[in-house]
């Protein structure tokens, strides 16, 4: 089944406390995305990579650290997560950039709460 | 300034009912698509109907059709025949340009509820 799939899916965690959440899919896409959720935001793009080792920012990058070295795999890690970080995390993924086929792919996401 | 406007914090609509929940967006790019995601209570979020600015048609998926009216700037999504199973957030996003990632943005949503 083609999907992307995201772990932890629920995590409680303190101040300070480095972690990280990992994203994998199984379509071959190049590109991926990170966006966090939040109440009457919708949801913001953190990070988004457009291959293998080609990573960049997007909206709300501080506080976050990716890396793509497979095709398939983009974890997202907090090198010291605050409170405020305490959000719903998605994880995107997208065969081709331009037209109806950047439709993009979510993972089930993860519920970050920071103490 | 925000890109993406959803006007409506939150809808009801009677079951079997048709249903329009708003979007309007600014870009200046002349090429740029514009998407309608649902996200359910369960939390995934389930693409659902694709415009791109070059469309000469509304776009149309199933039960989903997308007003797209240029001029004004908006991407109104309709929902026929409304279903108890409609009940989730509604996000209109927007992609600017051609280049991936860059200029991807949602809207803050709109809760429809469907009443039986």
């Known amino acids: 089944e083609a999907q992307v799939t995201q772990n932890p899916r629920y995590l409680i965690t303190v101040t300070g406390k480095k972690l990280t959440v990992t994203c994998s899919q199984n379509?071959?896409?190049?590109?991926m995305s990170w966006y966090r959720q939040d109440p009457g935001l919708g949801l913001r793009q953190i990070y988004y990579s457009m291959n293998v080792e080609v990573t960049d920012k997007g909206d709300v990058p501080e506080g976050y650290k990716v890396s793509r070295k497979e095709k398939r795999n983009f974890p997202l890690i907090l090198e010291s997560p605050s409170p405020n970080q305490t959000s719903l995390y998605f994880c995107?993924?997208?065969?081709?950039?331009?037209?109806?086929?950047?439709?993009?792919?979510f993972g089930p996401g993860t519920r970050l709460l920071v103490l | 300034a925000q890109k993406i406007t959803q006007t409506q914090p939150g809808m009801f609509v009677q079951e079997k009912e048709a249903v329009t929940l708003d979007c309007t967006y600014d870009?200046?790019?002349?090429?740029?698509?514009l998407f309608w995601y649902k996200q359910p209570s369960s939390g995934e979020m389930i693409f659902l109907i694709y415009?791109?600015?070059?469309?000469?048609q509304n776009a149309t998926e199933g039960r989903y059709s997308l007003n797209f009216q240029k001029a004004r700037k908006s991407a109104n999504l309709v929902i026929s025949a409304s279903q108890l199973g409609d009940s989730a957030m509604y996000f209109c996003?927007?992609?600017?340009?051609?280049?991936?990632?860059?200029?991807?943005?949602f809207g803050p949503g709109t809760r429809l509820s469907v009443l039986p």
């Open positions: 415009q791109g600015s070059y469309d000469q």
């Open positions: 379509m071959n896409h190049e590109y």
């Open positions: 995107a993924s997208s065969p081709q950039a331009g037209g109806a086929q950047e439709t993009q792919y």
């Open positions: 870009t200046s790019d002349p090429s740029y698509g």
């Open positions: 996003a927007m992609r600017e340009g051609y280049n991936y990632g860059q200029n991807f943005v």
